[in-house]
């Protein structure tokens, strides 16, 4: 290689890096936003996203959206393909189809003791696996952002931001979903439910919750 072309291949691949929110990887921004200079946008407020657009979007478009567990499960189960593209949601081609579901049923265990827990549910009409609704304290994955179907990419500066949206979802669930519940009386108990989830394997379905009613 050319010496004199060795600095300024070196100083471009540093601008680049310098230009991402994480070291070494760039970050295509639209002009005008945040980190594009002083004159820039404010910075993203993910939390103020999601309680802005939580009560007036998010659980309505569940509660008109949902699917009955005891229809969509048996139907992923018969034909994957089929039913992921007549119920499910992708957020960009080759992403993982996302569902939103409802259901009513008696808790018949609970997994607790990592930091992804879990309640079962045994929902009449789905067959002999129990459905599994996620109560953390930790959840992950971006299926409520990918299922309600009006949040898209376009609408946010960068991926980043689109990141934080579903992550601030998922903590929305926490603190109003399921905070309130009591985990060490719930089995026996019927709940009902509507939420999200993304389908990695139909035999294996974790939803998180986006209401969640617990019968006294």
Known sequence: MNRRLVIPIVVLVLALAACSRVPGIYVVEKPGSAGSGAGGAKKFDAASYADGIWNSKVVPAAQQG????????????????????????????????????KGTGTVTGTSTGNAVGSIQVHVPGVGKTDVNLAVGP???????????????????????????????????????????????????????????????????????????????
């Open 66 to 101: 949902a699917v009955d567990a005891a229809t969509l499960l048996p139907a992923l189960r018969a034909d994957q393909q089929g039913a992921s593209a007549r119920y499910g949601k992708q957020a960009g081609t080759g992403s993982p189809y996302s569902f939103l579901v």
């Open 138 to 216: 930790a959840f992950v994955g971006t299926a409520i952002r990918d299922a309600v179907g009006f949040i898209k990419f376009g609408q946010f500066t960068n991926q980043i931001d689109y990141a934080d949206a579903a992550t601030a979802l998922n903590a929305k669930v926490k603190a109003t979903v399921v905070g309130g519940v009591d985990l060490k009386s719930i089995k026996g108990k019927k709940v009902t439910f509507t939420g999200a989830f993304q389908l990695l394997a139909p035999s294996s379905v974790m939803i998180t919750p986006i209401t969640l009613a617990v019968a006294s």
